[in-house]
């Protein structure tokens, strides 16, 4: 059974920046491809992000292309987000999942959700 743990969240101004970790248990964390989702109160989950398992290929949603950067280290399990220049439209419970099988921009084709952590931005 895989476990997933996000961190990281918190209130922040409009304009600032955090990172968000996603810490995974189990041995084959390096086979897994990993993404970001977020769910806005009132809001279907949305793709945000998305890292195949050897780090090359990353791939985001247009809301946040130039602002969001994910990553990886395979070392520690994690798989990070990097949120600069963050709008309140950014509020949302962000979540990590591991991608299973279909589109990496569909939510139903990713298991072993994480609990979330909450971002607000304060405009």
């Known amino acids: 059974q895989v476990q997933l743990v996000e961190s990281g969240g918190g209130l922040v101004q409009a304009g600032g920046s955090l990172r968000l970790s996603c810490a995974a248990s189990?041995?084959?964390?390096?086979?897994?491809?990993m993404g970001w989702f977020r769910q806005a109160p009132g809001k279907e989950r949305e793709f945000v992000a998305v890292?195949?398992?050897?780090?090359?290929?990353?791939y985001y949603t247009d809301s946040v292309k130039g602002r969001f950067t994910i990553s990886r280290d395979n070392a520690k399990n994690t798989v990070y987000l990097q949120m600069n220049s963050l709008k309140p439209e950014d509020t949302a419970v962000y979540y990590c999942?591991?991608?299973?099988?279909?589109?990496?921009?569909?939510?139903?084709?990713?298991?072993?959700w994480g609990q979330g952590t909450q971002i607000t931005v304060s405009s």
């Open positions: 999942g591991i991608w299973k099988t279909g589109s990496y921009y569909s939510r139903g084709s990713y298991d072993y």
């Open positions: 189990g041995r084959t964390f390096s086979s897994y491809t």
């Open positions: 890292i195949t398992w050897r780090g090359g290929n990353t």
